[in-house]
């Protein structure tokens, strides 16, 4: 078994931004309200015309760039999303053919918010079987194409965004890469977070669309419930079964939903606020992209350092849930 480790991250946002006072135009909502709500302060919006795999690809090249390899070295992509260009092709496909990766294979995974999660640890075991040498996870959503701007209740929350992992074997010698993942799915909680339309229960029809049923549909204090309480007892489970603490964390990066949903599992947790990444005030919840936009704005800032101990950790829609540990490599 080789060890897998991150050795490249690119994101992308797209240029709009759309802020709190912008939303106050559009429904009755004010950014005094947001902000204490949830923390977020503005979030970025794709233009029209752009998609997910727009997104993807942006995020793929940088990290690509990054590490200095061509797109054809990579031997499988993964695309955490629940807004593909399309139900068929994957976003996967459309990614690989755009990025130069001939001859890799790979496949769209959805877990809503814990996407990214979901696919770094299955990028990590295809590394650690031997299977492949250069696996890409891309985390990628444009929420703003499910999100129905006349609910205040959800249209606040959301932006677009991306992020992108190359995961490859970690040397024998060296302590850097994929500690642990334990994860969680229970479909009970499926009916409080839901885009109700577009698949084979309700087929896409004239009145589909006008009952609003092709967007988010979402019980917020359902979810945060869940989240708080699944965010911190996984967690917790993924420290005490590799023999550490709380103290050993150097940096919580948890998906960006709610602020306060953060500051909450972190402080169950036994976390200091200071050792938790949050960038929601810029971006909102980017759903699949929030983990590895956190993680580029940990490294820039130069918090994030070679040998520091990784908790990832996020819950979604489904309920899916997670929570994986990483040595920091570069
Ligand atoms: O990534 C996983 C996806 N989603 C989540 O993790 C979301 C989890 N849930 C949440 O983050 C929170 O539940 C929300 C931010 C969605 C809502 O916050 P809350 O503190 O749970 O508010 P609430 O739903 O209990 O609503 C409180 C009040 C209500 O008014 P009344 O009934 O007290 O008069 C809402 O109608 O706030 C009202 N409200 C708003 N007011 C101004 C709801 N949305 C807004 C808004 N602006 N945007």
Known sequence: ???????????????????????????????????????????RIAEAGMATSDLAVEAANEALRQRGIAGAEVN??????????????????????????????????????????YGLTTGAHLVASGAHRKVLVIGADTMSRI????????????????????????????????????????????????????????????????????????????????????MSELCDTVLARNGFTAKDVSWLIPHQANRRIITASAERLGLPCDRVIINIDRYGNTTAGTIPLATRDALESGRLKKGDLVLFAAVGAGYTAGASLWRWGY
Request: charged fraction near 20%.
């Open 147 to 230: 999100i129905d701007y006349t609910d205040r209740g959800t249209c606040v929350l959301f932006g677009d965004g991306a992020g992108a992992m190359l995961l490859e074997p970690a040397a024998d010698s060296e302590e850097a890469g994929f500690i642990d993942f334990v994860g969680e799915i229970d479909g009970s909680g499926g009916d409080y977070l839901k885009m109700p339309a577009g698949g084979s229960r309700i087929p896409a029809t004239a009145e589909s669309v006008a009952q609003r049923l092709h967007y988010v549909h979402q019980d917020g204090q359902q979810v945060f419930k869940y989240a708080v309480k699944k």
């Open 76 to 117: 499988a992509v993964l695309v955490c999303t629940v807004t593909p260009d399309m139900l068929f092709p994957s976003t996967a496909c459309l990614v690989q053919n755009r990025i130069g990766a001939k001859g890799a294979w790979g496949f769209d995974l959805v877990a809503a918010c814990s996407g990214f999660l």
């Open 1 to 43: 078994m080789r060890k897998a480790k991150i050795t490249a991250l690119g994101c992308y946002t797209p240029e709009h931004v759309l802020t709190n006072y912008d939303l106050e135009k559009m429904v009755d909502t004010n950014n005094q309200w947001i902000l204490e709500r949830t923390g977020i302060s503005e979030r």
